[in-house]
């Protein structure tokens, strides 16, 4: 069978249900597809976390119903040894993923996007140096299916399955090195009790439990839970069940594993986003662009923005009538600007965090070498004042010992440096190759003045 749609979308969960709910009722005619059946997308490993100000900034409504387990009011962060709570505020949804990515994509829908659930894209057609379309295989039908789009969507997650079976070498073919991810894993139960402040997400900052990650409690109504951790990728750390088993105590102590309703572990890449999101007739959204948070790995939020960025540059690429990486291009300005500067400064930030002792944790969070405020202005902004930095240097000179946090001024000047790289972030296709080498040059002084 063969087909011709103006957009094909490949992925259904965050950023490709988005995309395609910004795409609908706009003239075009699109398709998006997903391997999993229709009850079952939007159903990946998670923690469910997402601040509210995502869907207020991109016109996106609430979840509700059964869309929403629970409301949050803030984050409780506690330190390695369980002495100091940092309570940092903010609204946000406990959600249920698959009901409301269902709901996103039933909307898409009604409003004209055709949906194929069970089908696989599992080959790319690329012709005169433009994605031409994907030869998919529908399991529904046992069919094949040659489809045809101008632009083709790659919304994959942190599989990347559509681009890493384009031809090596195009920017949009950028891998995930290990050690820019976590390797997470979840459980969702029942509590033996009801949960004291159900309202409040709890993260466990502790590098002995989940070295390089931590660990998280978020309830979903009074009396049921996702539990689960996360641990840097690449180092050779024992399994990541192993660290469950070992600590689900310490953390999870109310949870009724005899009524489980569902596990399962994934990667979340803890980088700055792909060089480009556009090349000639693609698009990469969401986890495959690596647009998660590189400091709480929350990835749902910033999967909407790119899902929303890659719309708009969509519409604009039909009004023009050209489908180059030229024309597509403002999706990387609309998303470098929305989150994408910000996740390059919270790379470093990141790459600080994971050196950091739980004696350094410990002391720095008890001491307030950083406040809440500050951390969550350098972890929702990507900035790290100077200021916060200098005050953070004489605090910290009365340790007595030699300690990373001493180096929290020069972290805090490359994550300026970073944003401001991407600031000038190339407006040309052509000036794209000249701007990665200034990053990669910035990442390794970084690397350097760490070691
Ligand atoms: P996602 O993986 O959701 O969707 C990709 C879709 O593409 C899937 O439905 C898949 O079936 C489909 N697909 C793949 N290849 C295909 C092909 N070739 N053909 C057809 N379909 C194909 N984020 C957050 O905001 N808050 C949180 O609390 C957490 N917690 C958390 C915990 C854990 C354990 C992990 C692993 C991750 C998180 N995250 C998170 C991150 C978050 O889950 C993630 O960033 C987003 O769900 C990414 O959404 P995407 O749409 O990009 O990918
Ligand atoms: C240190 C490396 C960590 C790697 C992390 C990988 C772990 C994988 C697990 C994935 C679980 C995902 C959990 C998602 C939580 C969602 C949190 C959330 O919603 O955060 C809000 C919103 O942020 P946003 O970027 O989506 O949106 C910004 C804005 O609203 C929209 O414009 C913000 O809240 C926070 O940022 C709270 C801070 C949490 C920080 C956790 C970091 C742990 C390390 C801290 C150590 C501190 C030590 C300091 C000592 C000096």
């Known amino acids: 069978m063969k087909n011709n749609y103006d957009v094909l979308i490949i992925g259904g969960g965050f950023a490709g249900a988005t995309t395609a709910w910004h795409l609908a009722n706009q003239g075009l005619k699109v398709l998006l597809i997903d391997s999993k059946p229709w009850n079952r997308i939007g159903d990946k490993p998670c923690g469910d976390a997402v601040s509210k100000e995502h869907f207020d900034n991109l016109g996106m409504p609430y979840p509700e119903g059964e869309q929403l387990e629970q409301k949050i009011e803030g984050i409780k962060l506690y330190s390695p040894d369980m002495k100091t709570e940092w309570t940092v505020k903010g609204e946000g949804f406990e959600i249920n993923a698959p009901a409301y990515t269902q709901r996103l994509l039933k909307e898409a829908s009604n ?10 894209a599992m080959k790319p057609i690329f012709e005169d140096g433009f994605v031409k379309g994907a030869i998919l295989f529908d399991r529904r039908h046992n069919q094949q299916i040659e489809v045809r789009a101008k632009v083709v969507v790659e ?43 159900p309202q409040y997400l709890k993260i466990f900052v502790n590098q002995k439990a989940s070295p390089g990650g931590y660990w998280w409690y978020f309830p979903k109504g009074k009396n049921k839970v996702n539990i689960g951790l996360g641990i840097q990728g690449g ?8 660290f469950y088993d070992k600590y689900l105590n310490e953390f999870g102590s109310d949870v ?9 572990g994934a990667l979340v890449p803890t980088r700055r986003p792909i060089s480009t999101l556009a090349w000639n007739g693609i698009l990469v959204v969401g986890d495959s662009a690596f647009t998660a948070n590189p400091v709480h790995g929350g990835g749902k939020g910033s999967a909407m923005i790119s ?13 023009v009538g050209d489908f180059s990486a030229k024309t597509l291009w403002s999706a990387n300005l609309c998303y470098i600007e929305r989150y994408g500067a910000k996740q390059a400064s ?34 929702a902004k990507g900035d790290l004042q100077l200021s916060v930095a200098e005050k953070a240097m004489r605090i910290i000179a009365g340790l007595g010992r030699p300690s990373l946090l001493m180096k929290l001024k020069v972290v805090a000047e490359y994550m300026q440096k970073a944003k401001d790289l991407y600031r000038e972030y190339p407006s040309d296709p052509n000036n794209l190759e000249h701007w990665k080498s200034e990053v990669n040059k910035l ?9």
């Open 235 to 242: 180092m050779g750390y024992p399994s990541i069940y192993t």
């Open 346 to 379: 919270l790379e470093l930030f990141r790459r600080f965090l994971q050196k950091l002792s739980d004696d350094d944790i410990n002391y720095g969070m008890r001491k307030k070498v950083i406040k809440e405020e500050d951390l969550l202005e350098a972890s």
């Open 256 to 264: 009724d594993r005899n009524r489980l309703i569902v596990k399962g």
């Open 307 to 319: 899902g929303y960025c890659a719309a708009k540059a969509i519409l604009n690429a039909f009004e």
């Open 111 to 120: 409003r004209g996007v055709e949906v194929l659930d069970m089908t696989t």
């Open 155 to 197: 919304a994959t997650g942190y599989s990347m399955s559509f681009r890493s079976k384009l031809p090596q070498g195009l920017p949009v073919t950028e891998s995930l090195d290990d050690k820019d991810a976590d390797i997470a894993y979840r459980e969702v139960a029942y509590t033996k009790d009801d949960i004291d402040e």
């Open 443 to 451: 990442l390794l002084d970084f690397e350097n003045l760490m070691n």
